[in-house]
């Protein structure tokens, strides 16, 4: 069964370094998400994209943040300074249409000391 | 508007027992309501979904009730074995309505003991 990957698995960071995070879509989705889920809370959006351009994003998606889709394959988040508060799983999602469900990767941890 | 209130936040089951997760929402533009299966270290997995057109959906040992009047539905878990320990979220969206982001509950820690 096709799925999801996301990769580093554990990224290690100091406070204000630059990560990214990449994902790799199932083969035939357009549209890609990004969740993350600080430990032990809820999982919250983060942002969407569609067609190339970022279709929704949420207060939490700042100007520290970005995405893109370098390759046409991978997914990747950005982070451009990072903050202690941004230690969390990141999740990327992805599916076919609207109708669709979200496929989960496996997530990277992000840890910023 | 747009949040889910999922509860209990823990819940221990006897092997063999049943397991009952419930939800509630305000926004009734919400059209998808997806149950999602999350184990240590994992990413959350679709377990079951329902929309609102009907009120019951059964998949194997997985069901979901919808009270579309109430703004509620719940995940019940027939026959709990150790193996469906984990944590469930519930979680709506509107595809319809244009913004498909999954908005999730807080979790239930399901401990099924053998």
Redesign the interface.
Known sequence: EPE?TQTPSHQVTQMGQEVILRCVPISNHL?F?W?RQILG?????LV?FYNNEIS?K?EIFDDQFSVERPDGSNFTLKIRSTKLEDSAMY?C?T?RD??D???????TRLTVL | QQQVKQSPQSLIVQKGGISIINCAYENTAFDYF?W?QQFP??????LI?IRPDVSEKKEGRFTISFNKSAKQFSLHIMDSQPGDSATY?C?ASM??GG?????????TKLTVNP
């Open positions: 999801v549209y998400y969740y809370q809820k999982v919250e959006f969407s929704e949420s999740f999602a599916f609207p109708t469900t979200q496929y989960f990767g496996p997530g | 997806p999602y270290g994992k990413g959350p997995a679709l979904a979220f979680a595809a319809q913004s498909e982001k999954l908005v999730f509950g807080k979790g």
